[in-house]
């Protein structure tokens, strides 16, 4: 392994660059040589100043497959106060992304250099943590509190721009080398005799903000929804606080203290957990990383519904054509007016502009004529769910489609394998499960057939990230991940509500827990009468003879004002109570959050066991990234398999079997054994 960290000296300068693939990732290597780098640059006589930079880009920040356990010194915090107490200049050099520690090592510098198109952030929110290692006291001192609570507490990057005006950084480099304008302003200030600027001990952006006393109360207030639940936004303005009113090492003792509180929380195991699934379901142990793609330069989409046009829009977004079919011209039509609707709205937002409108609006083709996909790469397939027309829709298919097209049925539910018979090329066909609405919902399952070869599945996986969504793989059963997993949510829902728990307890349970909303408003939003349940629950079903579909039409389990304000519909009530009547039960069992949760969740967790099992899901991890990004679960629970396991599976195995249901085999095995989903 070549060295993480070089230094190289030229004219007096010490170039120090890290070079730690594939996003320089500050490591225990990688602080050990910034520590030796900092005591030659200091020790030596030749060296007279120096500049810190990365290979291809400078840092993304401390690598979080450290966290967890026992990290190794020397630690961040020694390494960046070694750096800074330097009396020799330090430029940090900047491109591509300075994120996270990787930040906080350019605030360590004493100058700061970027190129226009770098991004600097500090997301460790997200990650459930704060910016450990000085990063809370230095940053207010260079941009003011409220300017660093901003980027701190929503973890979002700002450019190079931004960060020039704030104050983060000194200069721009321009189109000119970075490293070359970094050695100029590096030789520059040695020759200047004048203090080092040290972002610690600045103090005039807080000696202002000690002065602005409501500034953390409108802070706090301004950001209250968003913190709700989560331990890192309250730390990380604590630490602010103390950098406004504490000396600088004073205000380090809070930041060691709460950073440690966050390490060691089950939020920020559970988010570091997340980051490394949502890059994980890409992954297929026997799809080696190698296998060929077939090129996607255009694409069918059998249906202009709702399904069909969100679908299209995915592809015209990122500049590859789509023809669009439809069996009657009404149907086109509305399908591809309701395509222009929602561009003109997002840019009446001002999130595209009028020009990105008509580029992806001619990228979408509409026809009546299947025969016009015979040119498609890919086809996908958005028609009603019923086996008799996917028959129709793919034998015609596989007459028009050309050799090595690929061809993918949206179904959440049917058998990818019967689809594929109806094909002489089984290999060729997959299924590709949108969510609704399709052109936001971030995550796409990947339904492997029993014959789908390697290349489309690549294909798909490759494909899935060029328009933004998070691929999952799921193998072909009734639901695949997502519906099946949250199948038993729902109907265990409703069951509670025939039970005698009313919708507003249910439904708070759930948000009290970090769902933004519950499983009833979330029926009602989905719409009552795209949902199926098995068994006796029948409410959607009575409610939808009685034309209540939910939000969309005449409310569903609540009535809806027009600011769409939520309570509970007599109509409902009626309902339930006829259920219950009709089913011989009382009504009178009220639950307990503390139970409403455990009564929903748990057959959730056994569920997910069991698709681990049966090998639908290839990792308890994919089945998380599915919650998370299909239903919402909270990200900071870790997702259901990731909670379970902080939870105690024992204790859930337990719960199961008192409710009356029969834990999973693979669930009960590692509750037995002390094991753990992510293994
Ligand atoms: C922090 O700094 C705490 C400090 O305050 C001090 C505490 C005391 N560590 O995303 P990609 C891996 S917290 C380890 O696909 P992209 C990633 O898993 C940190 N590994 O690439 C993947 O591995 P694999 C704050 C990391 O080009 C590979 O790199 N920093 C790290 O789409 C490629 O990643 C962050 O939160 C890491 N820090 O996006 C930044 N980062 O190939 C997190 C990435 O085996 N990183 N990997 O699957 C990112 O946001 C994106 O990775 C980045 C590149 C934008 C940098």
Redesign the pocket.
């Known amino acids: 392994m070549q060295d993480p960290v070089t230094l190289t000296v030229k004219n007096g300068i010490a170039t120090v660059l890290i070079d730690n693939p594939?996003?320089n990732?500050?490591g225990h290597q990688v602080r050990v040589g910034l520590r030796d780098a900092a005591a030659r640059i200091g020790d030596d006589t030749q060296i007279r100043a120096a500049v810190i930079m990365g290979r291809s880009?400078f840092s993304?920040?401390?690598?979080?497959?450290e966290f967890g356990s026992d990290i190794a010194g020397p630690?961040?915090?020694e390494v960046f106060n070694q750096i800074e107490g330097l009396m020799k200049p330090v430029v940090a050099a900047i491109d591509v992304?300075a994120?996270?520690?990787?930040a906080?090592l350019a605030m360590a510098c004493h100058y700061r250099i970027a190129t226009p198109t770098a991004r600097i952030g500090f997301?460790?929110v997200?990650?459930g943590?704060?910016?450990?290692?000085g990063?809370t006291q230095r940053l207010p001192r260079l941009i003011g509190a409220e300017a660093a609570l901003d980027m701190m507490l929503s973890g979002k990057p700002i450019t190079a721009a931004k960060a020039l005006e704030l104050g983060l950084v000194d200069k721009l480099s321009g189109d000119a080398d970075l490293l070359a304008q970094a050695l100029r302003l590096a030789t520059e200030m040695m020759n200047f005799d004048s203090p080092l600027p040290r972002s610690s001990t600045r103090d005039a952006r807080i000696k202002e903000d000690r002065a602005d006393k409501e500034l953390f109360a409108r802070i706090r207030s301004r950001n209250a929804r968003a913190m709700r639940h989560l331990l890192a936004p309250e730390a990380i303005i604590r630490c602010v606080e103390a950098a406004v009113t504490l000396p600088f090492e004073e205000g380090v003792r809070v930041e060691k203290a709460e950073?440690g509180r966050l390490m060691a929380s089950d939020q920020a195991k559970a988010l570091s957990h997340v980051?490394?699934a949502m890059?994980?379901t890409a992954k297929i142990p026997d799809v080696p990383a190698h296998t060929p793609v077939k090129p996607i330069n255009s694409v069918g989409v059998i249906g202009a519904g709702t399904m069909g046009g969100g679908i299209a829009m995915n592809f015209a977004n990122v500049g590859i054509p789509v023809t669009m079919v439809e069996v009657k011209a009404e149907a086109l039509d509305r399908g591809l007016s309701v395509i222009i609707r929602n561009y003109e709205n997002t840019a009446a937002k001002g999130k595209l502009t009028q020009e990105q409108v008509d580029r992806r609006l001619s990228a979408i083709t509409g026809t009546l004529a299947m025969d016009d996909l015979a040119h498609c790469d890919l086809i996908i397939e958005a028609v009603f769910e019923s086996m008799e027309i996917k028959e129709q829709v793919f034998s015609q298919l596989d007459r028009i489609a050309k050799p090595g097209a690929v061809l993918a049925s949206n179904t959440s539910f049917l058998d990818i394998d019967h689809i594929a018979g109806f094909t002489k090329r089984p290999d060729d066909v997959l299924g590709l499960h949108f969510f609704s609405p399709a052109n936001v919902m971030p995550l796409l399952e990947v339904v492997r057939g029993e014959q789908t070869s390697n290349t489309v599945l690549a294909t798909a996986m490759k494909l899935s990230r060029q328009i933004g969504k998070t691929p999952v793989l799921a193998r072909v059963c009734d639901g695949f991940i997502a519906n099946r997993l949250m199948l038993p949510y729902l109907v265990n829902a409703q069951e509670m509500l025939v039970e005698g728990t009313s919708m507003e307890e249910i439904d708070a349970a759930m948000t009290d827990y970090g769902f933004a909303m519950g499983p009833i408003s979330l029926l009602d939003l989905v719409g009552l009468d795209v949902v199926t349940f098995p068994g006796e629950i029948k409410l959607t079903e009575e409610l939808v003879k009685q034309e209540r579909r939910g939000q969309k039409l005449n409310g569903g389990f609540y009535d809806y004002d027009d600011r769409r304000r939520a309570t509970p519909s007599p109509a409902a009530l009626a309902v339930i109570d006829d259920v219950r009547q009709r089913r011989g039960i009382r009504g009178d069992r009220r639950r307990q959050p503390e139970e409403i949760v455990t009564g929903l969740l748990y057959p959730v967790i056994n569920e997910g066991a069991q698709t681990l099992d049966e090998g639908i899901a290839l990792r308890s991890g994919d089945i998380d990234v599915t919650a998370i990004l299909g239903y919402n679960w909270p990200d900071f629970t870790g997702g259901p398999m990731c909670w379970a396991d902080q939870h105690g599976l024992a204790r859930i195995v337990d719960g199961l079997k008192k409710m009356g249901h029969t834990p999973a085999p693979l669930l009960t095995r590692l509750a037995r054994e002390g094991g753990s989903f992510s293994g």
């Open positions: 594939p996003v990732a500050l880009r993304a920040g401390a690598d979080i497959r630690s961040h915090s992304t994120l996270g520690g990787g906080e997301p460790e997200k990650l943590i704060l910016p450990g290692a990063g950073s980051f490394f890059r994980q």
